[in-house]
């Protein structure tokens, strides 16, 4: 369902999101030198150069830091597969409506003609339900809206969707793929029956209709292929001959043979008037949902601020003096806890290697990673499990192995975030920041980066730990309570 303009849509807002958290200087500084790269190679800065960039960089956020643009874009968004589980269930049920449809209007017992009356009138409804969905989708109108809402597809709750501009096209054009199904799933019902039955067409009214001004009325609706296929162009005499009434004796007409002459023309007539307006309805909106989303990128709000910062020079003061060597300050009021006694050992972002030792490994009731290259299905998936476990504990507790000398990022804080919610409340998270090598304990200034990180979360439910790994008197710079409070 995803095509390339609605994933760069995808993948311009999550990283807007995600530069929320940084600061307004780096991110200028950034930019800015993204525009000089272009200016120097003669590119000219576009989205997909943008997000390209930040992946080579290492700066695209969340799970898709590790993969180029391409494997990052295709990354499932939430809002997205909401929608292709949508279009598939309109597929399923298109294909098993129209046999169903297909099977009741040719049913025939013998006893009565199949009226084609009735099958003209049908596919009438049909045209006309295609039709309404083109202008609806022409005109922006969404008369699902509050189911869509309710059904959690139409929105992030309060933060606005990146989808919302899209929803009516994107409802049309599920709507147009099942209305597809249906019609390809009659046509080819149909031709099976024609094959497996002996089936007896006719015409009827309850109107004063003559048989010269309903082939009138066929003639019309057979134009579009009246030189394509002329077998399926009903004749003046075929039309007399088939016209049945209620009080017509079970003998009917002379002929039998003509009543399954009719089958070409009912096959063209399903075709034309039923597959032909889904087909042209279905490319109506891919076109409109690619203009659309070009649209919804450029009116984005975080593209205003690019552009501000790709097209202006960051301002430099002056000063011989620079703190480009300088590290920041280390000093933090957060202190390193006691490890506690978990029950379940998290490696974030393949902090399993190389090994810990046993005295760290050992013990756990569940060792499971996160993060890094893990989708975002997989890490709720860690979740979940750990979730089961910790329920059973009267003191349950989480160490989150980390590598030391990676800065927290904010896919850590979201997973945090999201499993103290789901976790029970009395659940105890220690960051074990660990060096290369974890027999040594963790540089100062590696550690601090923690203990800042710790300080942004909820600081009585996650704490920064150490292993005990050297005498007391060789670790100063960590205080060690009496365990977590």
């Known amino acids: 369902m995803a095509d390339t303009r609605i994933r760069r849509l995808l993948a311009f807002d999550r990283q807007i999101r995600l530069d929320r958290s940084q600061s307004p200087v780096f991110l200028h500084r950034r930019d800015r030198r993204f525009a000089l790269n272009c200016q120097d190679r003669n590119r000219t800065p576009s989205v997909d150069h943008w997000l390209e960039h930040l992946a080579r960089v290492g700066q695209v956020g969340m799970a898709d830091r590790h993969r180029p643009l391409d494997a990052a874009a295709r990354t499932p968004d939430p809002s997205l597969t909401q929608w292709r589980r949508l279009l598939t269930a309109f597929t399923l049920a298109g294909v098993v409506f129209g046999m169903v449809a297909m099977v009741g209007l040719l049913y025939y017992e013998g006893g009565q003609r199949i009226n084609l009356t009735v099958l003209l009138a049908f596919t009438a409804l049909q045209c006309l339900l295609a039709l309404i969905t083109m202008v609806q989708s022409t005109l922006n109108w969404q008369p699902w809206r509050t189911l869509l809402r309710r059904s959690g597809i139409s929105g992030r709750g309060s933060s606005p969707a990146p989808l919302e501009p899209l929803m009516p096209v994107l409802m049309a054009r599920v709507a147009h793929t099942g209305g597809l199904c249906f019609g390809l799933a009659g046509i080819a019902t149909l031709l099976v029956m024609v094959v497996i039955q002996d089936l007896a067409f006719g015409w009827s009214t309850t109107l004063n209709a003559s048989a010269g001004g309903y082939h009138q009325l066929l003639s019309a609706l057979a134009w579009p292929w009246h030189q394509l296929w002329p077998a399926a162009v009903p004749d003046l005499a075929l039309v007399e001959a088939t016209r049945f009434f209620r009080s017509e004796d079970r003998g009917g007409?002379?002929?039998?043979e003509l009543w399954g002459q009719w089958w070409p023309f009912v096959a063209m007539v399903w075709l034309v008037y039923i597959v032909v307006p889904r087909l042209a309805g279905l490319a109506l909106a891919q076109i409109q949902l690619q203009i659309r989303a070009g649209r919804a990128l450029a009116d984005h709000p975080g593209m205003v601020a690019l552009a501000y910062r790709l097209e202006t020079p960051t301002v430099d003061t002056g000063n011989d003096h620079h703190d480009a060597a300088d590290s920041p300050d280390p000093h933090t009021a957060m202190q390193c806890q006691a490890l506690p006694d978990s029950q379940i050992l998290i490696y974030w972002a393949g902090a399993d290697d190389p090994e810990l030792p046993d005295s760290l490994a050992a013990g756990h009731l569940l060792t499971i990673p996160a993060g890094g290259r893990r989708s975002l299905a997989e890490d709720q998936q860690t979740i979940d499990r750990s979730s089961d476990i910790l329920a059973k504990q009267p003191h349950p507790a989480v160490t989150l192995v980390t590598r030391a000398w990676e800065?927290?990022?904010?896919?850590?804080?979201?997973?945090?975030?999201?499993?103290?919610?789901?976790?029970?409340?009395?659940?105890r998270i220690a960051l074990l920041p660990l060096d290369s090598d974890p027999t040594q304990m963790t540089n100062p200034a590696q550690l601090s980066q923690w203990?800042?990180?710790?300080?942004?979360?909820?600081?009585?439910?996650?704490?920064?730990?150490?292993p005990d790994l050297q005498p007391p008197e060789s670790r100063a710079y960590v205080q060690q309570p009496e365990g977590l409070k």
Do not use: G, H, M
């Open 407 to 427: 800065p927290p990022i904010a896919e850590l804080e979201d997973f945090i975030s999201l499993a103290l919610r789901q976790w029970p409340k009395k659940t």
């Open 253 to 256: 007409p002379a002929n039998p």
């Open 451 to 466: 203990l800042r990180f710790v300080e942004r979360l909820d600081k009585k439910r996650v704490c920064v730990s150490q």
